[in-house]
C-alpha cells in the first residue's frame, strides 16, 4: 500500500461543477504540498499546508493532521483547470512523498 | 514563466553515458531541488542544496550526484545511464532554508531518454 493515496485516479467533470480531489497518507506528516501539471508538464505549486484551510482564488485547500487526510477543492471549474493535481507530503526534515496524482478533465 | 531554468530541454543518450542537467534557481531563492518523474514510479524527490550545502537527500541512487555552486546554480550528474533512468527531470527553487516545508517554484524540466 502506498503511503499517499489519491482519490480518484481519473476525473471528468462539466464546467462549472464543483470538483474534491482526496488524499490521504497512513504516516505521521509535518506538512503536505499540493501541485498542478499542466498537461504540457510543467508543475506549479498551489499550496502548502501544515494545519486548516488555504484559499487561492476558486481553488481551498483543506487539511485534518489528525484523520491524515487533505482535500482540494475547485469551484466554477473551467476547462483550464484541465491538469494533473498531486499531492506530496513531508515526513520530517527529510523526506517527501508524492501520491499517483488525480488527472482532471473539464469539459466546455 | 517561474523563473527557473534548465538546460537542456532534451537530453537522448546511450546506456552507460554520463550527462550534467543545469538549473539555475529564480533571482535570491537559496534552495534548489531536484526531482525525477518517471511513467513508472510518478514523481520523486532526489535531494535538496541550500547556499551551497546539501540539505535533504530522497531518493537518490549513488550512479547520480549533484552539487550548487557558489553562484547558486546546481547540476545533476547522472553516470552509468540505463534504461530506466529515462524520465523528466525537474529543478526546483525556494527562497531559504525553510526546506521542503517552502513553496517551491519549478523549471520547465529536462526530459532524458537513454536509448
Known amino acids: 500500500k502506498n503511503e499517499v493515496e489519491q482519490s480518484p485516479q481519473n476525473l471528468t467533470a462539466q464546467e462549472g461543477e464543483f470538483i474534491t480531489i482526496n488524499c490521504s497518507y497512513s504516516?505521521?506528516?509535518?506538512?503536505l504540498h499540493w501541485l498542478q501539471q499542466h498537461p504540457g508538464g510543467g508543475i506549479v505549486s498551489l499550496f502548502m499546508l501544515s494545519s486548516g484551510k488555504k484559499k487561492h482564488g476558486r481553488l481551498i485547500a483543506t487539511i485534518n493532521i489528525q484523520e491524515k487526510h487533505s482535500s482540494l477543492h475547485i469551484t466554477a471549474s473551467h476547462p483550464r483547470d484541465s491538469a494533473v493535481y498531486i499531492c506530496a507530503v513531508i515526513q520530517g526534515a527529510q523526506k517527501l512523498v508524492f501520491g499517483q496524482g488525480t488527472r482532471l478533465t473539464i469539459n466546455p | 514563466d517561474s523563473g527557473v531554468t534548465q538546460t537542456p530541454k532534451h537530453l537522448i543518450t546511450a546506456t552507460g553515458q554520463r550527462v550534467t542537467l543545469r538549473c539555475s534557481p529564480r533571482s535570491g531563492d537559496l534552495s534548489v531541488y531536484w526531482y525525477q518523474q518517471s511513467l513508472d514510479q510518478g514523481l520523486q524527490f532526489l535531494i535538496q542544496?541550500?547556499?551551497?550545502?546539501?540539505?535533504a537527500k530522497g531518493n537518490i541512487l549513488e550512479r547520480f550526484s549533484a552539487q550548487q555552486f557558489p553562484d547558486l546554480h546546481s547540476e545533476l550528474n547522472l553516470s552509468s545511464l540505463e534504461l530506466g533512468d529515462s524520465a523528466l527531470y525537474f529543478c526546483?527553487?525556494?527562497?531559504?532554508?525553510?526546506?521542503?516545508?517552502?513553496?517551491?517554484?519549478f523549471g520547465p524540466g529536462t526530459r532524458l531518454l537513454v536509448l
Open positions: 504516516v505521521g506528516i509535518s506538512a
Open positions: 542544496y541550500y547556499n551551497g550545502e546539501e540539505r
Open positions: 526546483a527553487s525556494s527562497v531559504g532554508a525553510g526546506g521542503l516545508q517552502e513553496t517551491q517554484y
